[in-house]
T-cell receptor, first 113, second 115 residues
Framework: GDSVTQMEGPVTLSEEAFLTINCTYT??????LFWYVQYPGEGLQLLLK?????DKGSNKGFEATYRKETTSFHLEKGSVQVSDSAVYFC????????????FGKGITLSVRP | DAMVIQNPRYQVTQFGKPVTLSCSQT?????MYWYQQKSSQAPKLLFH???????NEADTPDNFQSRRPNTSFCFLDIRSPGLGDAAMYLC??????????????FGPGTRLTVT
């Protein structure tokens, strides 16, 4: 079945540091890939997405590129801020009716001033 | 703004006392989902509605039920809450489309405490 693997956390960075969060996936067919962010006590917010190979999703300075050859969708940001402290989930969705999100375990990012 | 709304944000119930959580949406999406999320874990899908069609996950306990009286509203009923059901419950919606990538829009969640 489909699965998503995220790097182990938590991650602690200083403000303005470069961020990479690794995500790899296993899926049949041609899934869509997502990064969701969850701030403390809140629901999940879509951060970015990519629906086909070589697509780059971007939002709020975050980027991720759909790499079919390495089955990866790593999240990057050039300069993190304290306000980026949250839990980040990588997820995939396969096409077709009644499709569901398959989530990775999530990783907690803490950014210190 | 179009959105997914969950009420209440915090719910306290007693062991074994039925409780209902509600979700409404102004996005006019035809798919609605309920997830359970425990601390430091990914959300776990309980069930979803595709229009009026109910789809239960194989490992969702019978204690959890759902109703969708119309497109905008969906309810999660926990018939006899146990201590292990204390969690954040998230509602989400999506628009069925063959090309959109099936992104889901989440509500803020209801934090359920069982005493």
């Amino acid at each position: 079945g489909d699965s998503v693997t995220q790097m182990e956390g938590p991650v602690t960075l200083s403000e303005e540091a470069f961020l990479t969060i690794n995500c790899t996936y296993t899926a049949t067919g041609y899934p869509s890939l997502f990064w969701y962010v969850q701030y403390p006590g809140e629901g999940l917010q879509l951060l970015l997405k990519a629906t086909k190979a070589d697509d780059k999703g971007s939002n709020k300075g975050f980027e991720a590129t759909y790499r079919k050859e390495t089955t990866s969708f790593h999240l990057e940001k050039g300069s993190v801020q304290v306000s980026d402290s949250a839990v980040y989930f990588c997820a995939l969705s396969n096409t077709g009716a009644n499709s569901k999100l398959t989530f990775g375990k999530g990783i907690t990012l803490s950014v210190r001033p | 703004d179009a959105m997914v709304i969950q009420n209440p944000r915090y719910q306290v119930t007693q062991f074994g006392k039925p409780v209902t959580l509600s979700c409404s949406q102004t996005l006019n999406h035809n798919v609605m989902y309920w997830y359970q999320q425990k601390s430091s874990q990914a959300p776990k899908l309980l069930f979803h509605y595709y229009d009026k069609d109910f789809n239960n996950e194989a490992d969702t306990p019978d204690n959890f039920q759902s109703r969708r009286p119309n497109t905008s509203f969906c309810f999660l009923d926990i018939r006899s809450p146990g201590l292990g059901d204390a969690a954040m419950y998230l509602c989400a919606t999506s628009r069925d489309s063959g090309t959109s990538g099936y992104e889901q829009y989440f509500g803020p969640g209801t934090r359920l405490t069982v005493t």
